[in-house]
């Protein structure tokens, strides 16, 4: 992690300079007036050595897996094996074009068919497409397909989509993209669902409920099986929102707990690499009554032949949902994920990331932090609220998140759930060793002593990053969205 | 254990420190009868060495074909720095730059392309990427409902020379949201928009038109005069353009009088390997009037209490992890390491290498064309103007033309048969500038073979 | 202009800061009729797109034949990880960490790597690498000479089971310094040092005795009583080993009574590909006492100003650029890139983990022998314990079986005709725990298959 | 560059932690007991994550390339590309085995011969030999070939070689390799040569001259011809150090000057990495008369068909320098870059190298730093001197070097050559832009205020870096080379 801010490349720009190597000399291309472009775009224009540096001395104004300890809540923030993109990015697969013809994609196809059949079995569900490209797009997926359900038995009135307060924001917000109206029902003080609350809610309009189980409160919600009951005996489905799969990865299978569908975040139960905001994958799984409604396309057995299966293999299709088949490098990562670990290791992922977060909670309570939910067993994350302090000294979660980042830590997920006062939602994963949790602990505690002696000290924080703390108000009102937007450079 | 650093004295000691029996002891508050059996599907770990081996078995399985193919997806040069930068673990392994101090590289990064993009497409303001191309125009479609608020009729037009696939991942994203599409006719032996039809529409409520340009077929449509009609027709514009061809071509921010309202496209052609379909990136750009419409991550710069300059997530209040069922999209992860690819690409080549690649990718396609033409009962399907693709039509079958081709190792294109039947054998070829004379030389060579065969078999 | 920034207006501006009038001028100083005219043999400038085609060409024309040789090289497994951190810029691209406060990464790898190297072979120092296994040998024998100032022989001891271009390398780099190798044979049938040839030079004033474990041919050698009947003999010991086969056998630090006195091999099986003979590296490893006499690049702890630790070149005083023509050698760059994966790959594998790979290795190799030995006139060159690698005796010339072979996409050995010609048909065979055993079937067949024609048609 | 330091791999280490998946389970060795090792190594115990997280975190704290301006003098630290990285690294290059057939290796040797022949054309020379494995090593193959050609002639007294001062160390070093005596010679005030002492050190037993042209004084030695009818007219041979081809390339050729020998370091002019202290390249190219002593083995063709020659072939070969035939990748990437740069390309290294020397030097004298030979040209480097700076405000070259550092530029090379009392040896190389240029002369312009108001200040640096200026007495009297060897930890 470097402390030293890097220009904006454009300013390495210098008209005539380029990396000509980098292109073919010679053609120019005779284009009719009405079509031609009459000014080039505002592209930098620097030497190949200027571009290697600038991005590369721009990498290291990054807190990564691979650089620190990234306890993001709700993330999964663990180690992405350097197999899965070496593996992945062999060069047959990256030059496949992606609607060649079945015969040159063999190889290709039996991946992607296997990881269908691996993932049907660690969920518990009946089929699987891997179309989507991130979880919130698995998310429509899954309640789009709901709704197709619900149409085709012709159960028209059937719009309502149930959501815990403590859910995702993607969660209503998928809703509203399939036009379904969002029901909110509240969490109760031990993290629970409020089955009475999820009583009043469910009626004829139900279509279905989306839930995370263990829940973003990091705790399981022990009567799924009675929710499910209830859900089920109004007429509606379940949906299981699989960001958190890694708390119950080889554990349980929410197909077992009465799902009907789940979507699966593979960049992080299946540690594909998080590339500073992406890209994702959301694939789903469902349950036969689902089935017919997969997003296509998926990949078919015939034989020893694999090929995709599209409109004329699942008539009632809720459709296609990227150009091509989704995000086809992030599966090929989730696949030689799953084959590294093999069955052993699939249980063990949840295992170990429960022992890590049980053990950090516990420290942490030792320490005096504020357990969230303090009766509750963690899953693989847990919450820890800083009401206390925010009340007492002056600082809040937000302080102690910025703070951490000189300590060397990434901080946890912050103000998220909405419900519980100035959290820190803290999730350690599997791959990381006792001693980056003893460090973190140990981190926080000295945060806490600084707070109580010098709380000015902890807001003013960070120090040693490449910035101090940044103005989002500012970034907000006096909008500076792209290079000379604004002449105060 | 496969990545897990647990010693046996460490589990022991961690166990002790919360209080439990045993690992499974955490999980006690799963009902018992829920707990899992077996995992029978799941084949034994293999080690790195073994999944290696079997992943080049399957990557040779596939081999490496001389691709003709593009139709959204598209064959390019990409310099060696370009991901020897991106797999670094700085950027391949961190995430959302939600903590902004300790994610200046990802923001700064964001913040330059967002520049380019905008410059590029002739608009005001960019997101920091959304899907894909497909993805990225249902978005927009959304967003053009959200914008124009005078519109009530939720009606989108567009040409039937828009990609396909486009319009089905609209039709269903959308789905929900009661939008309307209505389907406009190409002129045949031009390959483009029957203007008159779109005339027809004169006076009726529609919320947005959606041009392609270059369209599906790879022909140019009048862009300007479409735009204009729209405009004048009070409905939105929206772009979907491939990037690369913007390096020639007029940007959608100057179409017409007064430029289209919303671009889209994916970001492939910059930096992304055709990798079997993705991972790739849709892009948006508008003007600033509609940037709070605008779904996706925007970074913005701004100051830190130094009244230093630094980068940072902005106008967060769209997004559904504040506004959550009054969000713009429920998008939340996108694809940020393509992006970082693509802004490092459109660093290297810069302006001038981009007009070069498309003028290359060009003049390729056109030599290809004229070959492919020689051949016997092989012709054009449309006249007029084009970038880097074209429609051809057949003697025979396509179907069985790209057969015979694969197995020659050569993938020949996109089969139009079923998705234009009206086109009859109807193939749609690219050839960009990684495509030497002689990959255009060893296509003509099988594929006067193989017609000819086919036409002499027939008889 | 590929790689150089400059622009137009920035060369004028260069040349008017400097008073010159043109580039040209800048080379004013060179007698006129020296200046270059014309570079005939060197082609015009390929696009890195251009360059990248021919390479894949060239490189396919080779592909990637079956592998079964070893003779001082050895395909191996290296995690995805090791180069994908080696060729990060900061180590590819940084040089000899002159400046220490700005090369800490690279200093305490390097110290990492002398700590794992000085336990692995049992010794206390280390160098930071030389350039290879043989040119190590070569620096050992000449430290040989300075460490041991009581022999005036310089005369060097060695078996003929050490690999032959070990010894011709050496031979080249003393050629200048009057050392003289006696060469001992091995005894036949055994395929070790004929020990009573060592005896026979009892008395004689000899400076060293070099030891390779394993040995060319595979075989271990009896390490102790050759170790302990030099020292009583005075002369020192120097063991050439294979790293990895430490991870089984005993290191030469605990050779006989009381260990050997320098160590050297070639580091390539730590993750270094086999990349058609190089860059690998040299290692070499000594007693605390002769530090002073160890060629090569050295990095010591020590603090900073603030008494913080940190790392930095050391004994420097030994080297070219201060002791210049009385340095212990001429090296100045070494092999530091290769050291890093080296390091990186040792951290990855950790002990218990290379043992795996030797036992696996071992294994594989057994089966293979197994295999290869049922074929009829297929025999064992020689009983005893080894490595991975053996001798076999063919009833045909290993010449033509291996060129048959290579035309089955299958590289089957090393042919030891005429570096042993006393071995008759002789052919050095090796596999690791990458050859699975479907691979050495394959070899298998294709051997009975060869052998048998060959002899056949030799009927 | 971070700034912040990482513990030793060794702390990172529990016993029993290991990266599983990188080995195959299962196979035990029986190793009969005087074989076998009793304790395995000291070698850490981490997991995969942990691994990755410590290198990548060490490499941060590089100064490199591809993150700073890297004026080094006689390193020539020009950009790497990175396509050679990448096309030399293609699978069938770096699994082909050194000893595979020709006939599965055709396509490398072609690769190779045409690197020969390239590498003859730019330097003037009839054969070439790549084998050697850095700059010194290709010394040692051009001494040792001048000794041969004197002992195939029975010329057996000629063992002195003639080296001026100013040379680097490796020449001296290398003569003594050879078994020669080295006779040093001075150079003039204005850096050329003292021609009368070298006519009083040739005679009966001048074996040859080492010369870098230009000399590590950074300027051209104009009566080079002169010189070389001296010394072959003394029945000495001429040896060209290389290792400064950047200066001359495509410009002048050694050959052409009346060298009989060169090295030329490849991973220098020819830009392949410098891998943080290797791996080099030293390949080396020879006139008529040394012909028949190149070091094997090298490659010939016969017809379409590519074969290594050897002992067979060159009979009198001074032998073989390696296990195989050299740093093959290394000479690929050198073979890469050269195709990349082709003809043209060629004659601008040496241009625009010079132009940035030239820049640099005439913008520091002009800000008063004082150039060790201000009346010359500078070639591709030049030096300064900081005896006035020493003398006056007891600021010495190693404190203008160090507090670069924190200026963010590698200091150029300091106390070489030796007879330039407090010199800096400045290498800008012709792939840095103007504006890097211009903010490195700032930074001296800068630190040279900062020493006349605050000597101590300059004498503290670095002040940014992961260490303050370390202790390299300690070091050296202290030994501690290994992890254990001191009980201080
Ligand atoms: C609980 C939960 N649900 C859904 C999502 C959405 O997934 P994605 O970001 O891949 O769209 C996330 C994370 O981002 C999440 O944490
Ligand atoms: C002038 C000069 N000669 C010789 C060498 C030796 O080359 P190498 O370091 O590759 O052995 C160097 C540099 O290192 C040098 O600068």
Request: contains cysteine; proline residues 5%.
């Amino acid at each position: 992690m470097s402390h030293i801010s890097e220009p904006l490349i454009f300013k390495h720009s210098r008209t005539g300079r380029s990396a000509v190597g980098q292109y073919p000399q010679g053609a120019t291309a005779q284009v009719p007036e009405k079509f031609r472009r009459r000014k080039r775009a505002a592209l930098p224009e620097v030497s190949e050595l200027q571009a290697v540096r600038h991005f590369t001395r721009l990498s290291q104004l990054n807190f990564s897996i691979d650089t620190h300890f990234y306890p993001l809540g709700s993330c999964t923030m663990k180690y992405n094996p350097r197999a899965c993109n070496a593996f992945a990015m062999l060069p047959e697969f990256l030059g496949r074009h992606p609607l060649a013809p079945d015969s040159v994609s063999q190889g290709f196809l039996a991946c992607l068919y296997e990881l269908q059949e691996m993932l049907k079995d660690v969920t518990g569900m009946k089929g699987v497409s891997l179309t989507p490209m991130a979880g919130a797009q698995g998310e429509f997926a899954g309640v789009a397909m709901i709704r197709a359900y619900h149409k085709a038995r012709n159960d028209l009135e059937r719009t309502e989509i149930i959501v815990p307060d403590a859910a995702h924001g993607t969660n209503p917000a998928t809703a509203t993209m399939c036009g379904c109206t969002v029901v909110e029902i509240p969490s109760l003080p031990n993290g629970d669902i409020d089955i009475d609350a999820l009583k009043g809610a469910l009626g004829p309009k139900t279509a279905g409920i989306m839930l995370t189980n263990p829940s973003t409160l990091g705790v399981f919600e022990r009567r799924i099986q009675e929710v499910a009951k209830l859900v089920h005996d109004a007429g509606g489905l379940l949906y299981y929102d699989g960001a958190n799969l890694n708390a119950i990865l080889g554990k349980v299978r929410p197909g077992d707990m009465g799902f009907d569908v789940i979507h699966m975040n593979l960049h992080k139960t299946f540690s594909t690499p998080h590339g500073g905001g992406g890209p994702g994958s959301g694939a789903v799984g469902v349950g036969q009554r689902l089935l017919p409604f997969l997003p296509i396309p998926t990949v078919g057995k015939d034989g020893d032949n694999y090929r995709w299966l599209d409109e004329k293999d699942v008539p009632q299709t809720i459709g296609r949902l990227s150009a091509f088949m989704g995000n086809a490098g992030v599966l090929l990562r989730a696949y030689v994920y799953m084959r590294m670990l093999g069955r052993e290791g699939m249980h063990r992922v949840a295992e170990f990331s429960a022992l890590n977060a049980n053990y950090l909670l516990a420290r942490l309570k030792k320490a005096g932090f504020d357990a969230a939910y303090p009766e509750r067993r963690a899953s693989h994350e847990f919450i820890i609220t800083m009401k206390r302090q925010a009340k007492e000294l002056g600082v809040n979660a937000m302080d102690f998140a910025k703070r951490l980042l000189d300590y060397g830590y990434h901080a946890p997920t912050t103000y998220f759930p909405l419900l519980v006062p100035e959290c820190l939602l803290i999730e350690p994963t599997e791959t990381e060793a006792k001693e980056e949790l003893d460090g973190f602990v140990d981190a926080l505690i000295a945060i806490q002593a600084e707070a109580e002696q010098d709380a000015a000290k902890v807001k003013g924080a960070p120090y040693t990053l490449p910035v101090r703390r940044l103005d989002d108000v500012r970034a907000a009102k006096q909008l500076d969205l792209t290079y000379g937007m604004r002449s105060t450079e | 254990m496969p990545f897990i650093p647990h010693t046996e004295t460490e589990i022991s000691e961690m166990l002790a420190a919360i209080g439990a029996p045993s690992i499974d002891a955490l999980f006690d508050e799963i009902p018992a009868a829920l707990r899992i059996k077996s995992l029978a599907a799941i084949p034994d770990a293999l080690s790195e060495m073994e999944v290696g081996r079997l992943m080049q078995a399957r990557a040779s399985q596939d081999g490496r074909p001389l691709n003709f193919l593009g139709a959204g997806a598209y064959e390019h040069h990409i310099p060696a720095a370009v991901w020897a930068i991106v797999t670094r673990g700085e950027f391949y392994s961190a995430y959302t730059p939600y903590q902004a101090e300790a994610s200046q590289g990802t923001l700064q990064l964001l913040y330059e392309y967002q520049s380019m993009m905008s410059s590029l497409t002739g608009m005001e303001v960019s997101n920091a990427s959304l899907y894909d191309g497909a993805s990225a125009l249902a978005e927009a479609c959304l967003m053009a409902v959200r914008a124009h608020r005078k519109s009530k009729s939720a009606r989108i037009v567009v040409p039937s020379t828009l990609n396909p696939t486009y319009l089905s991942v609209s039709r269903a994203v959308v789905e929900g949201q009661n939008l309307s599409f209505t389907v406009l006719p190409y002129e045949s032996g031009k390959g483009t928009l029957q203007f008159s039809t779109l005339e027809a529409l004169k006076g009726e409520d529609l919320t947005a038109v959606v041009i392609q340009q270059p369209n599906f077929f790879g022909q140019m449509e009048d862009v300007d005069a479409i735009t204009d009609w729209a405009h004048a027709n009070n409905a939105l514009v929206i772009a979907v353009v491939n990037p690369l061809s913007l390096a020639l071509f007029k940007p959608p921010g100057e179409w017409g009088t007064k430029g289209v309202d919303i671009v889209v496209g994916d970001g492939q052609p910059f930096g992304v390997p055709l990798s079997s379909g993705g991972p790739y990136f849709g892009f948006m750009t508008t003007r600033m009037e509609h940037v709070r419409q605008m779904p996706g991550r925007i970074i913005g710069r701004t100051v830190d209490l130094d009244g230093k300059q630094g980068f940072t997530l902005t106008l967060q209040a769209r997004e559904q992890h504040i506004r959550r069922s009054k969000a713009t999209s429920n998008i939340c992860t996108n694809q940020g390491l393509l992006v970082t690819a693509a802004t490092i690409h459109m660093s290297l080549l810069g302006a001038a290498g981009l007009e070069s690649v498309a003028a290359t990718s060009q003049r390729q396609t056109s030599k290809l064309i004229e070959k492919l033409t020689r051949i016997p009962g092989v012709k054009l399907a449309f006249d007029g103007y084009r970038f880097h693709e074209a429609v051809l039509q057949l003697p025979v079958k396509v179907r069985e033309v790209l057969d015979a081709l694969a197995e020659r190792n050569i993938v020949g294109g996109l089969d139009l048969s079923n998705l234009y039947p009206e086109l009859g054998n109807a193939l749609l070829v690219c050839a960009t500038e990684t495509r030497t004379d002689a990959d255009l030389d060893t296509y003509a060579i099988a594929l006067t073979d193989i017609v000819t065969g086919v036409v002499e078999r027939n008889r």
